[in-house]
T-cell receptor
Framework: DSGVTQTPKHLITATGQRVTLRCSPRSGDLSVYWYQQSLDQGLQFLIQYYNGEERAKGNILERFSAQQFPDLHSELNLSSLELGDSALYFC???????????????FGPGTRLTVL | GDSVTQMEGPVTLSEEAFLTINCTYTATGYPSLFWYVQYPGEGLQLLLKATKADDKGSNKGFEATYRKETTSFHLEKGSVQVSDSAVYFCDRPGQNFVFGPGTRLSVLP
């Protein structure tokens, strides 16, 4: 158990819909990272938050957004869903923020999103 | 820019075989290097790490030595088990947060 929790574990929805994925980091970790993992594209970094502020942005679509709340949990919002958004979405957390140099990431179990 | 190059899979071995998964890096300076493992149906988890040149990381029978001469951090295990079947990711933390595709290992009984 990494200490990172993600809900829900599975999510099935239809194209055009909007969903919210939730992540609670390990106690004491200030950074939260979101990743998308699909069969054909591997593990893609989406976005990082550190102590409530956006710190780094990766290949995140404009239809996707995220935020980190004062209690440090984070939500990833996916809207206007398309079939191609079906994937595993992982959240990770770490103590620091400096580009992860020497900073271990702890991954949650993931949310499997299926868009029909 | 700084990056890692990892051997592509899949790799299929019989139980008790010797495992090597190659990883080389390019970087300015001597960054920390990590191996993560992703078991089926789970998220990634840190397997081992080395924070400076000549360090050896080890865990669960796996080892990797940070070799600055060859800029490598190859993952090795002397005798793999079926339970080692997973995807392995070599990682050099940095601003780009890129994980490669990983190397899928299948160990057959």
């Amino acid at each position: 158990d990494s200490g990172v929790t993600q809900t829900p574990k599975h999510l099935i929805t239809a194209t055009g819909q909007r969903v919210t994925l939730r992540c609670s980091p390990r106690s004491g970790d200030l950074s939260v990272y979101w990743y998308q993992q699909s069969l054909d594209q591997g593990l893609q970094f989406l976005i990082q938050y550190y102590n409530g502020e956006e710190r780094a942005k990766g290949n995140i679509l404009e239809r996707f957004s995220a935020q980190q709340f004062p209690d440090l949990h984070s939500e990833l919002n996916l809207s206007s869903l398309e079939l191609g958004d079906s994937a595993l979405y992982f959240c990770a957390s770490s103590v620091g923020s400096s580009g992860r140099v020497g900073d271990t990431q702890y991954f949650g179990p993931g949310t499997r999103l299926t868009v029909l | 820019g700084d990056s890692v190059t990892q051997m592509e899979g899949p790799v299929t071995l019989s139980e008790e075989a010797f495992l090597t998964i190659n990883c080389t890096y390019t970087a300015t300076g001597y960054p920390s290097l990590f191996w993560y493992v992703q078991y089926p149906g789970e998220g990634l988890q840190l397997l081992l790490k080395a924070t400076k040149a000549d360090d050896k990381g080890s865990n669960k029978g796996f080892e990797a030595t940070y070799r600055k001469e060859t800029t490598s951090f190859h993952l090795e295990k002397g005798s793999v088990q079926v339970s080692d079947s997973a995807v392995y990711f070599c990682d050099r933390p940095g601003q780009n947060f890129v994980f490669g595709p990983g190397t899928r290992l299948s160990v057959l009984p």
